[in-house]
């Protein structure tokens, strides 16, 4: 079935390093794919979002990589932040609107 | 300007009781969506309106759930009557149009017991 997964639950990265996180989708027929942040108590936070024309975007400390071939997404973040510390979704939607497709979440660490 | 806001933060209801779940979108967002995430799992969607219609419901699980838009403004849903297997963290969402951003609520979360 369709799906959007990710590879790791758990994720503990220094402070001050980079964080990588990574998601595979299964269904090619996507082309819009979307992180969210979500911290404790509060609902899923946009962070970045990426259409599959293109194969990487870059915001504020954040970067998504989009790899077609092999239906891989991921999320860098340069010099994490206890901030950081959250689980991070990726979803997908087919055409950019409607309904979206997440994938388990993995959860951020960040020792101080 | 307000984010989307949903009410009650925590509900804690027994089986086959009602709950009824409040949305308020963002100001002049048509397009509300509402999702689900059940403890352990990803974060699955329930149904979309645009204004005050139904435009895709077939995440909703069966007919113990009610979703209403009236007006195409705040959204509810109701579950009638709970069962167990209801209990997680129900998200709202709004967007502008389908092809914008989707901004999420706080969330509800629904314990039945």
């Known amino acids: 079935g369709e799906s959007v997964g990710l590879h790791l639950p758990t994720l503990s990265v220094q402070e001050g390093d980079n964080s990588i996180i990574n998601c595979a989708y299964s269904?090619?027929?996507?082309?819009?794919f979307i992180w969210y942040k979500q911290e404790s108590g509060k609902g899923p936070q946009f962070i970045i979002d990426?259409?599959?024309?293109?194969d990487k975007r870059q915001g504020q400390r954040v970067t998504v990589l989009l790899n077609k071939t092999v239906k891989h997404l991921s999320l860098q973040i340069a010099a994490t932040q206890p901030g950081d510390s959250a689980v991070y979704f990726c979803?997908?939607?087919?055409?950019?609107?409607?309904?979206?497709?997440f994938g388990q979440g993995t959860e951020l660490s960040v020792k101080p | 300007e307000a984010g989307v806001t949903q009410f009650p933060s925590h509900s804690v209801i027994e089986k086959g009781q009602t709950v009824t779940l409040r949305c308020d979108p963002i100001?002049?967002?048509?397009?509300l969506y509402w999702y689900r995430r059940v403890m352990g799992k990803e974060i699955k969607f329930l149904l979309h309106?645009?204004?005050?219609?139904?435009?895709?419901e077939s995440g909703m699980p069966n007919n113990r759930f009610l979703a209403e838009r009236t007006g195409g403004t705040y959204s509810t849903l109701k579950v009638q009557p709970a069962e167990l297997e209801d209990s997680g963290v129900y998200f709202c969402?709004?967007?502008?149009?389908?092809?914008?951003?989707?901004?999420f609520g706080p969330g509800t979360r629904l314990t039945v017991l």
């Open positions: 969402a709004s967007s502008t149009d389908r092809s914008d951003t989707q901004y």
């Open positions: 269904n090619s027929a996507s082309d819009y």
């Open positions: 990426i259409r599959s024309n293109m």
């Open positions: 979803a997908e939607n087919k055409y950019q609107g409607g309904k979206l497709i």
């Open positions: 100001s002049g967002h048509d397009n």
């Open positions: 309106f645009v204004k005050e219609s139904k435009q895709d």
